[in-house]
């Protein structure tokens, strides 16, 4: 089944503990991003990759990194995070960006709290 | 640079009526359009996309939208509106020439009423 798999589902830390929630993607799709969901926001794209060891930066990269050393990983960190980066994560991934002929398949979202 | 905006937080529709959700989009070069859909405790799902060619362009679930570069819009219809469709719907642009990059709007929640 084709499947973008983020880890964990639900996290509650404090300020200041380095964190990283996972995405993994089953279908060999070339691109991957990561977006927050805020109420009345929408999602904003935080990180894009479009093939390993490529990656640029969304709207709202600030607070975050990225890395691409493999296909079907992407993971996201949080070396310091703090209380506004509380909000809902979203990976996704696609064959060939945007532009594909097939969806962006998403990952079902991590919720992350920090206190 | 691309934005989005879309007209309405929320949208309360009885069953049976049209839906129709209003997306307007700023881009200095052809844009790439996208509607998406978000049930509760749940990802998004892809509706429909405009890339190039026809401008009205037909999704799931009965959905559809047309591109006109004229208004630079590209609103969402459903001519009769069924429970299942109350959800959140996201409209989102990127650029044709930085596909990389994906705009979204701030999305409209649609409540269906008996």
């Known amino acids: 089944e084709a499947q973008v798999t983020q880890n964990p589902r639900y996290l509650i830390t404090v300020t200041g503990k380095k964190l990283t929630v996972t995405c993994s993607q089953n279908?060999?799709?070339?691109?991957m991003s990561w977006y927050r969901q805020d109420p009345g926001l929408g999602l904003r794209q935080i990180y894009y990759?479009?093939?390993?060891?490529?990656?640029d930066k969304g709207d709202v990269p600030e607070g975050y990194k990225v890395s691409r050393k493999e296909k079907r990983n992407f993971p996201l960190i949080l070396e310091s995070p703090s209380p506004n980066q509380t909000s809902l994560y979203f990976c996704?991934?696609?064959?060939?960006?945007?532009?594909?002929?097939?969806?962006?398949?998403f990952g079902d979202g991590t919720r992350l709290s920090i206190l | 640079a691309q934005s989005v905006t879309q007209l309405g937080s929320h949208v309360s529709v009885s069953e049976g009526a049209l839906v129709l959700l209003r997306c307007n989009y700023s881009?200095?070069?052809?844009?790439?359009l996208f509607w998406y859909v978000q049930y509760p405790n749940q990802g998004l799902q892809l509706l429909l996309k405009?890339?190039?060619?026809?401008?009205l362009v037909k999704g799931i679930n009965g959905f559809e939208a047309e591109f006109k570069k004229s208004e630079t819009s590209f609103h969402l219809t459903k001519p009769s509106a069924h429970m299942s469709d109350a959800a959140e719907y996201f409209c989102?642009?990127?650029?044709?020439?930085?596909?990389?990059?994906?705009?979204f709007g701030a999305g409209t929640q649609v409540v269906v009423t008996p």
């Open positions: 881009s200095s070069v052809p844009p790439y």
């Open positions: 279908m060999n799709h070339e691109y």
């Open positions: 996704a991934s696609t064959p060939t960006g945007t532009a594909s002929n097939q969806p962006q398949h």
């Open positions: 989102a642009v990127s650029e044709s020439d930085s596909w990389g990059k994906l705009q």
């Open positions: 990759s479009m093939n390993v060891e490529v990656t």
């Open positions: 405009y890339t190039t060619g026809a401008t």
